[in-house]
């Protein structure tokens, strides 16, 4: 059998991962999130992740959103030549409604067993005016950096997603080492057919479960 040849592409899986911001989510599941934030503070992310934040309206955690809208209006008081949104690859594990103001567990969710608090769009709440729906991760390690999705500007925008390449090779070298059993490309668990090969326009190792390549040579 003869190796294929690849340019490019860009597939959704349907495995829940790109649920609408208004659809339940459901626990250990993977979700596509954004977050908002300064163009100095996505530099550190990328190169160091993300740090919980000491409190908020869910207590202590990484505020995040499925709804880009909602990602794209922070920091609040930030110009828009000050703003980066985030593309996000969200591992939620178990997941608590907060839909009301003084929920018995609006900050006190991780200590009843939850990994992300949820707040669902348009529930009322007093405190998200904007009726946009907002999850609270509480583990950073829960959260990856997957993409730039806004950025003010071409040049911000070349160099973040250029420190993104540099940190997801060196993440990729070391899933590698801790976890021979998984792909570091696709991060799916190895299985028979599981493909890595080489893309036939930029020279870089691809695997074909990949959600995305970007052929840097056809670009």
Known sequence: MSSITFYGWDVDYDEDRHLQAQQQAKSDRRYTMYHGTKVQTARSIIQSGFRQSADGMLGPGVYVSRNQRKAERYPLNSPITDKVV??????????????????????????????????????????????????????????????????????????????????????????????????????????????????????????TLMTKHKCKHWG
Not at 124 to 150: H, N, Q, T
């Open 86 to 207: 985030l593309k996000l690859s969200v591992d939620c594990g178990k997941v608590k409604r907060i839909d009301t103001d003084n929920h018995p567990m609006q900050k006190s969710w991780h200590s009843n067993g939850y990994d992300t608090a949820w707040v669902p769009p348009n529930c009322g709440m007093k405190a998200v005016p904007s009726g946009l729906e907002e999850d609270c991760v509480w583990d950073p390690k829960r959260i990856e950096v997957i993409d730039i999705a806004l950025a003010p500007n071409t040049t911000i925008q070349n160099e973040l997603k250029q420190l993104l390449a540099q940190s997801q090779n060196q993440q990729g070298q070391a899933a590698a080492l801790a976890s021979p059993g998984a792909c570091h490309l696709c991060k799916w668990k190895i299985v028979p057919a599981h493909s890595v090969q080489t893309c036939w326009g930029c020279g870089e190792t691809v695997c």
